[in-house]
Structures are given as structure tokens and as C-alpha cells.
DNA sequence: CCACCCACTTAGAAGTAGTGAG
DNA sequence: CTCACTACTTCTAAGTGGGTGG
């Protein structure tokens, strides 16, 4: 399939707003009915089995899953749910099932996991059959035709029911998400086109056609009341289009951002407050690549922060702090409840500011009183169109990633990799990045460790059979022992270097512990640094990027810019 | 302005498949 | 061949930011 190239998408359509001309698909798959429990299955209260109606024995399963997970610890998961549950039953069930506490989901639980396990069991044609099914949901329902092209679906499948799970302290972790219906669901795609097929028995929505969104899809979710989308693929054109437009705007930033820095400086005198608040928002984003902080509904979300929302709380100054002039300690919690924790030496103007921002505040008073995210972007968009607060996390992260491979050197490949992943370390730590450390880390470092150990102490024998080959050698030497003792040179060399990428390899885990390398980072890393980095050091782009990754940047790595900077 | 609506990107967790050592 | 572990994929929550109408 012959497709523009990015240089051309600027060009195209993206002028009319208009995302597409032609659009097909066969609507969302919706997760199969509710499989009552059989009957030896039971739910107790109170020590005595109670069968459950249909619908209150579907929310009971979905209780009964998570037991062992942390979430049903919690008291607020535990009675948003049991309010939420209570709803769904009969009178009967209301009146007898008063309390969580005498409820027994434990042989439900048991019935899962066994049930789980079988599946484990099962023969690998089995497993063939369950894929091959599966394969063909897919095929039928995971692609869409968009403009003549065959584009891959990013999530075809509606959200099947169960307990929301909130990030952090969500007051509303637990409640029940309800089983979307057709009749919720509104279907996006261009006239002429096949319409999808609502189930047996049921309707759409409403169905429309309009080519100024990207969605197939919408519903509207009840725990929060969000629309949830049915979109395409990072692989797909239309996505791949937008995410190079975003690169291409964070490097016209990269043009700008001296004029724009020293502007935000000139702010921090300015006599007025707003600008000052402004003026030192924007010192935030830049050098510390925070989020915007749009303002969030209070009690209906986890607390959580950015740059315009943080609160006096979250910051303490130091006039001196380890032997440094002008610190802030920042301590907040960010997007999905990560805690950012930084310790940064600031200028005096900035931290003068910062006193005067806090004066006569209580400590759950705004930082920033006078600002927020829309005042903040568009102020950017009279320095630069189309900038954001966004754009300066990619302009960074991005800037970042080329700077640290600018400054690489050559070795092994593992050498290489290790310094690559370590830039890209850089970037995970500026954005804040951070994963739960896994459950099976500290396992999987002593394994490491062993192989180690293991590949010493071969090394420590080969070193020593060497020795002895060179005394013997030495003794008589025939043409016999001078092979052997290139022999016992190579055995050592070989084992050197399995040892040193072994260790490579530990170093690079260890390291990546809590900083993800997941997906995160490429959302602000311009791909394009990356494949010429690997062109120029002879790196195969498989090893930086796996196949939906490389699905997703497609775009870049087919280009033909050689020494491509950022 | 502000509140609300909507569409889209960004994010870590959870789930699953693949793989390599024993 | 099996099983444990890892790497990849999927899932969906949680952000950003534009628009609109009062």
C-alpha cells in the first residue's frame, strides 16, 4: 500500500479539518453474556449459601476476582462497591445482604482461579483453537477501511463490566461499571458505507457521519461520566500524521525557545502578579518538564497536580540546602498518582517570587492564584502558533535523547545499547517516569547474579587451564601445545566477553528497576533521533524498537533523511 | 470570564504469549 | 517438554486542550 510521506501530509487534508474522506467498519465487539455460576458455586452470608439473582450474582463475581488483590483492602473500594452492588439487587437481596463484612466470596474466588488454571492445562491444540478464534474476531473487527486504506483498530472491543480501579486515592474506586448496551453507543462512519450491524434484538444509538473526528465509536462511561472512544491504531496514517506534526512542533520550539525563555524571565519583574505567576509557571515547565495541571473536579478524582494546580503544600522553600543557594523542594503527586519528588536549586528572582507567591496563603491555597492552563497556553500561542504547555515535555524529552546520543561512544553492541537506554533513562527521569518496581525484580537480579557468579568462575578455571598450557608450553614446546594454548586463549576471550555483556545486561536491569522503559517515553521521543542514531552506530532498529513499536513508527524509520537532528 | 462538553494524547497496570534454561 | 520469567500487547484511566454558550 503506497502511502505519503510525512513530507507531504502537511499539505493534504489537514488544512479543512476534515480527518477523513471515507470511512467503514463493523462497529465495536461487544464482551460475551454474563455466565451464570454453576450451581455447586456458592455465595455465603453470614456462613449460610444465599443463591444470588443474575445480575447481583455478576457484580459478586466481579468482587470475588479481585479478592486477592489490594484494592479490596481498601474501605472506600469496599463500600463503593457494596453500595453500588446493592443496587442490583432484588428487595429480597437488599433486605437480607446488609453488610460487607458478613459476606463470603471465597468459594466464588476459588471457582475462578481453578477455572483459570484449567485453562492453563489445556493442550496446546486447544490453545490453537482458542487463538484461531480469536484471530478471526480480530480480523473481522480489529480493521477498519479509511480512506481506501486497511487500517488497524486500536481498541474494537467495548469495555467490558466490572470494578472501576482508580489510580491513587480515587474516591470512587470500586463503584460498579455498568454493561454498555448498543443502545448507548453511537456509531461514527461515512454515508455510503455498509452501517454496522447492531446485535440480535438491539439498536444503535444513533449513527452519524462526520469526518471532523477520528472516532468509529463513542459511549458514555457511567463511574465518571467520560466519553469513551473507539480509535485507530498508533500504527494507522491518520495517527502517525498527527504524531509527526507533533514533532515537527516541538522542533519549530526548539527555533524559538531562547526568545521565549528570555521573555518568561522579563515576566518575573514585571510589576503585575499574573505575569509574574506566568512568568515562573512557564520557568516550571520548561526546566522541570512539568504537566500544564489543568484544573480537576475536587472529590470526584484522585488529588493530583500540575504546574498551574500545585498548591503552597507542595513545594518548601530552602534558602541554603546542601551547600546550594535558592532550593525548592517539590513534592506532589502527578498524572495517575506518581509522586514527583525533586530537590532544585532555582535563581534568586525565581525564588523570590515563589515567597511572594506564597505570602499570607494557606497551605492548600493555589501556588499560581492568578493563572491557569488556558491563560498559560495562550499567551504560548501569541509566542509561537500552535504551542502549548505540552510541547515543551516533547521539545525536552526529545532535546534530551539527542543531546546524550550526541555524546556516545562505540563498543559492543551491548556497550551501545546500554548507553542508548541509559539516554533514554535521561528522559524517563526528566518526565518523571516510574513504574511500581515488579513483583519479581529482586528475583530476577539473583538470577542474574548467579549467571554472573557462574560465568566467573568457568572464566577463573579457563584462566587457570591457560596458565598451565603456557607452562607446559614453556617446558617443550611442541606444535600440540602451542595450539593448545591458542585454544585456552580463545576459551579465556570468549569468556570475557560473555561475562562483560552479562554484566552489560545486569547493569542495564538494575537500572531499569523503577525508571520505566516502557511505553511511556514514546510519546516525546522524536523516532526519527533514534533511527539515525542506530544507522550511524550500526545498530539494527530492532533492538531499539520492538514490532509494535515499529508498526507505530513507521513513518520514521523509512525516511531518508541520513543524518536526521532534532 | 467560567462551566461544561468533547476529542484526543499520555500513562502505568494487567494480561498474555513467547522463549530459553533445565 | 515444561515451567518460570520476561517481553510484548492490551486495557482503560487520567491527563491536555479546544470549543461553545451564557
Redesign the pocket.
Known sequence: VSRPKPGEWEEGNSNNGN?WTTLEHKGPLFPPEYEPLPNNVSFFYNGNPVKLTLPAEEVATFYAKMLD?EYTTKSSFQENFFTDWREEMSVEEREQIKKLSKCDFTHINKYFLDKSEEKKAMTKEQKQVL?EE?NKLTEEYGFCELDGHREKI??F?V??P?L?????E?PKMGKL?KRIQPEEITINCSKGSNIPVAPKGHRWRKVQH?NT???LA?WV?NVQGN?K?V?LNPSSKL?GE?DWQ?YEVARKLKLKVETIRRLYREDWKNREMKTRQRGVALYFIDKLAL????E?EESE??D?V?CCSLRVEHITLHQEKGGQEFMVEFDFLG????RYYNEVPVEGRVFKNLKLFMENKEPEDDLFDRIN??YL?KHL?QSMPGL????FR?FNASTTLQEQLNKLTTGYLEEKLLSYNRANRAVAIL?N????APK?FE??MQ?LQDKVAQKQQQLDVARKELKDAKKEHKRGGTERTRKLVEKKEAVVKRLEEQLKKLQLQMTDREENKVI?L???KL??LDPRISVAWCRKFNVPIEKIY???QRDKFAWAIDMTEEDFQF
Not at 504537566?291 to 489543568?294: D, E, I, Y
Not at 502549548?388 to 510541547?391: D, H, I, N, P, S
Not at 517516569?433 to 511500581?436: E, P
Open positions: 480527518k488483590h487463538k480469536n486500536g481498541n472491543r469495555e467490558p466490572g472501576f480501579r482508580g489510580r491513587g480515587h461499571k462526520d473526528v477520528t472516532w463513542s462511561e466519553f472512544y480509535m495517527k498527527k507533533k504537566r500544564a495541571g489543568n480537576k478524582t484522585a493530583t500540575g498524572k495517575d498518582s506518581i492552563t488556558t497556553n500561542n502549548t504547555a505540552k510541547v516533547t518526565c517516569h516510574q513504574r511500581a519479581t528475583k530476577s538470577n520505566a516502557g511505553t511511556s510519546n516525546y520492538n514490532k509494535t
